[in-house]
Structure formats: structure tokens, C-alpha cells
């Protein structure tokens, strides 16, 4: 208590109060970590344990794998893989521009250039794609 009676708060007490905030964030992420390691832990421990060869082979959409690919069935070309990417890159550019075109009033001059970087770099990383041949389907 001070000298007019009221009482003293200290500075730690005042922190304390504030982390309890938190707490239930905190005790969510260590449920959800002690849930993931005692599945991980205890599954090979309570699951079915019978293999058989069928179970232990590779599986290739239901026939025998064979160690030679078929004519016409080999190896992947590497351009199918660059366009799944680059319609990845364009999804994750629309994901951030529409929120930018919800709220284009409120974020104001910076809004624009925070976009207009956002779009400058996307199209460098394009550029560079194209220029390496990344396009081309020969």
C-alpha cells in the first residue's frame, strides 16, 4: 500500500496478466503435439502387424511392377511438372490479390505498391522461366 492507501501494483504482476492471455494457445499446441506423438508412438504398437510380399511391393495402379517401363510408359516429361508449378504460382498470386481488390480503398498508396512489388517480382520469376525455355514444350 502507498501513503493514500491504494494498493501497489508491481510491474511483474502487471506482465503475468497479460501472458495469460495466451495460455490457452499455448495448451492447445502441446494437446496437439502430445496427440501427434502418442498416435505416431502407439500405432505400430497396437496396428495389425501382417506383411505378405503384396504388402511389402511397390504398388503401380494394380499390376505386377516391372523393373523395364513399357514403350510409351517411362519417365515423365519434366514440362508437365514446371506447368503444375507454375498454376501453383498463379492460384497463390490470385489468393493474394483478391483480398488486395476486397480492400483496395482502405489500403490506400500503400496497398498500391505493396501489389505492384508483389506483381513486379511474380513477373520477374516469369520472365526468367521464359527466357530459360521453361515454356517450351520440344
Not at 15 to 22: C, D, E, Q, R, S
Amino acid at each position: 500500500m502507498n501513503s493514500s492507501g491504494a494498493p501497489v501494483v508491481l510491474a511483474q504482476e502487471s506482465v503475468g496478466a497479460g501472458l495469460g492471455v495466451y495460455l490457452p494457445l499455448v495448451l492447445i499446441f502441446v494437446l496437439a503435439l502430445a496427440f501427434a506423438t502418442f498416435s505416431v508412438l502407439l500405432g505400430p504398437l497396437v496396428g495389425p502387424s501382417r506383411y505378405n510380399k503384396a504388402k511389402l511391393s511397390a504398388y503401380e495402379c494394380g499390376i505386377e511392377p516391372s523393373p523395364q517401363p513399357l514403350v510409351g510408359a517411362g519417365r515423365m516429361p519434366v514440362a508437365y511438372y514446371v506447368t503444375a508449378m507454375l498454376f501453383i504460382l498463379f492460384d497463390i498470386e490470385m489468393v493474394f490479390l483478391f483480398p488486395y481488390a476486397v480492400s483496395a480503398d482502405a489500403l490506400g498508396l500503400w496497398g498500391v505498391f505493396a501489389v505492384a512489388l508483389f506483381i513486379g517480382t511474380f513477373f520477374i520469376a516469369d520472365a526468367y522461366v521464359w527466357r530459360r525455355g521453361g515454356l517450351d514444350w520440344n
